[in-house]
């Protein structure tokens, strides 16, 4: 119980230190852009209210976009920020262990992402209602957004403190080269990826007619549960990861170069 | 209280630690160094941050490396200021006691308390990022004290503090020893040391000089030839004047009018060298002896250590 | 007793020009950017598409010569858009999204076309990617850790101007870009070369290609290293910059990217090409390789370009001024 105290204390303590108007301001951004995008397409004469149309739009947008650029942001340099900015030692030498101190920080990144997303995704509706199904599809973002923001962040995480200093550049290497490319190789090697699993989810809680052709080709039979126990068995592999490598790695503040 | 059986530590080629065996009883020691020397990786390894690349370190009787039970009762005050500019410091310390395991109401408590203690409960509500760098120190102190720890562990905690802090502080850790906990603390700065403890621990270049009280170490320094800085008018006459008075163990000549005197017999030259001036009209405008210094110190230890004395 | 001056002495050797001054930035941000191994391998794997295009030479050369032996020319793109044999395969190859304007001039098996476009699409293709990638790890941390150790006042206390430090930190990062962009595409130059057939005139029809390179780089460096360097002096901390660098690729390429998916026929279209970075740098590129002939259809990016660069250049000279501001 100690340990899960200890997580929600870091997770309360970072919820309450990002509120900063800077990140206020990311947030409100990255909530805005597919709303902005959708609208002015929708004024452009673009058949954005096509429910199909509408899902393939805000499915890219809202569950990759915006939740993989605002992992980028928080997730990331989940450790990296503590070490650069002198504060680790402070907290690596608590009896709470640095463990929960991970999970707390992965935990306000998944806050902060799914935030966004969220707010992305009622802005969206807002901006462009969908035809036909707008509650069906919302339900069925609001479910993707939110197993995307838990996937990628573990994912993120990890890379964060895998490679502490280039966390970043290697998490957006990595997300378009498998998430982005490999994803879409129809062979084994997609089953790997995130990506796979959000597509097959997104199609098999849709009304067929609404699905994309192109989340189609990906289609598997396995039941949609089955690929939701995946996302979340991945998440936990992620952490485990990172747990442990934390718990092996010798981090120490060096002076400013 | 800390034993360190043979810990060398390696940072790729570079040597940390190299080779140093010691055991503390539980008490107060001073860790002395000059910058570079291995302290804060000395104090790494000692808190758990660094694992030895050889030998074993214990603390209070177990290995330190993510030992929760021995973290609850060590105090850490590192040596950088590594605090939240936008947070408060009474936030910050009531959120490293929460992490301890505090409830709420005990870690404000215990905030406020320790915040008390170091003199800063006027600024706790304050943002960090305004802090002056004494105020950062005392809340770095704040926050190693305010779990009751029974070995604190400091890491040049009077650097940027007034003299009026210097002196707080010290008497705060004179305060902190008298209660019978233990206290290893860092500096570079000998005097500093000494006005909290009288055991030391000299380190440089990653090794184990020397350790003991004050007492001691200068009791073996006694057979180091004892360095004199003269500045005169004319140091060549002086230098020839004191190699014909058979005083002399080494000489040189540092910048200009400034004579540097190594000497076993120090107390015959303070006691003569008047005498020895005053016929042959040299003018001595400075007479110092460097040995109260910690780099004549060190120089004097490293020295014996290369078998040169 | 002869007692030596070993006080403080002035130089009275040879002083660096002050037009070469900035070199001293430069030479120590490449040797400090070189000592991360991810950057050493990354350059190392930006240099695989070169095999790729490479195969792409080696067939184009083969299949004009087969071609021309048996007295015949091969289908254009604009007749049946696949040609039989070998010139079938290079088509099968190519990547799919080459302007229409372009076909004709690929009609032909005139050497100059063909030679354009494979360096255009590896310009367009591989190294940007790798561009974005590099200029991510190098460039944000190169001034916002001057800005976060207050280093100006160091830099400045020496005869040293702003412009100099800023194209001092320019050239640091185009070192690293033109790794990746002219010095492979110029070698590849050299391998078309001396991999053509004897006495096929290839000089002859290829001379300027080199120089279009060259022009060609500058495009893509220029103006990426000012937006780069400009997002580093705006913060302190590098992972920020680095950051906002990735959103500006990105979101400007998803932008279009969807645009283009619902309205590929849109007059709109290259309106909203100019929110992509990427299909900017593309479309001018298309225009110095020697590909797009008006000026016209490619004057808005060109534009924007010029806009992207004066603007982050002025963002950066303000930011690096600003200690010295009262």
Known sequence: MNALRSVLVVLGFECRRGLTPWRIIALVGLAFFPAALGALMKSGGAPVGDPERWIFMFFILIPEVVCLLGLLLWATPVIQAEVEGKTWPYLAVRPCGKVPILLGKYLAAVVWTALAAWLALGLALVAVTPEEGAARAALVLFAIVSLSTVAYGALFVCFGVLFLRRAMVLAVAYTFFFEFMISWVPAMVNRFTVQYHLRNLCAKWLPRQYVPPWMERFLNPSPWYSHALILLGMTAIFLTAAALVLRRRQLITAPEV | MIQLDHVTKLYGSVIGVNDITMSLERGAYGLLGPNGSGKTTLLNLITGQLRPTMGAVRVLDRPPANNVDLLRRLGVCPEHDGLYPGVSGFDWVCYLMRLHGFGRREAVARTEKAIDLVGMKDAMRRRMGGYSRGMRQRIKLAQALAHGPELLILDEPLNGLDPIGRHEMTELLKQWIRSGRGLLFASHILHEVEAVTHSFMLICGGRLLAAGSSEEVHNLLADVPHEIRIRCDNPSQLARRLIDEGVVESLRFVGEGTLVLGTHRPAAVYGQLPQWVQGSGIRIHELRSSNDSLQALFNSLLKIHRGES | ?326
């Open chain 3, 1 to 326: 007793m002869p007692i030596y001056d070993l006080g403080y002495r002035g130089w009275e050797g040879r002083l660096v020009p002050e037009a070469g001054r900035f070199w001293a930035i430069t030479e120590t941000g490449i040797r400090l950017a070189w000592q991360s191994r991810l950057l050493r391998r990354l350059l190392a794997m930006a240099s695989f598409p070169i095999l790729y295009t490479a195969v792409l030479f080696f067939i184009f050369e083969q299949a004009s010569g087969y071609a021309k032996a048996l007295g015949g020319t091969p289908a254009s793109f604009a007749q049946s858009g696949r040609g039989g044999g070998p010139i079938g395969t290079l088509q099968e190859m190519l990547p799919p999204v080459i302007p229409r304007s372009w076909y004709e001039s690929l009609a032909g098996l005139d050497r100059h076309p063909w030679w354009s476009l494979l360096f255009w699409i590896f310009f367009r293709y591989p190294q940007p990617l790798a561009l974005v990638v590099v200029a991510g790890i190098i460039a944000p941390p190169l001034v916002a850790q001057d800005v976060r150790t207050r280093a100006f006042m160091l830099y400045f206390s020496r005869p040293m101007t702003r412009i100099e430090y800023i194209l001092g930190k320019m050239t640091t990062v185009w070192g690293y870009l033109l790794m990746i962009t002219a010095v492979p595409a110029l070698g590849m130059y050299a391998m078309g070369v001396f991999m053509s057939p004897p006495d096929s005139g290839v000089l002859k029809d290829t001379w300027d290609i080199p120089l279009r390179i060259l022009a060609a780089s500058a495009v893509l460096v220029i103006p990426t290293t000012a937006l780069a360097l400009a997002l580093s002096s705006l913060t302190s901390e590098s992972r920020y910059a680095a950051f906002a660098w990735f959103v500006i690729w990105a979101v400007g390429w998803v932008t279009y990217a969807i645009y283009y998916g619902f309205l590929p026929n849109s007059e709109a279209l290259p309106y909203w090409r100019l929110a992509s970075l990427y299909h900017t740098l593309g479309e001018v590129q298309g225009y110095v390789i020697g590909l797009e002939r008006d000026f016209a259809t490619i004057s808005a990016a060109a534009f924007e370009l010029a806009v992207i660069t004066l603007v982050s250049l002025v963002i950066l000279f303000r930011r690096v001024s600003s200690p010295m501001r009262i």
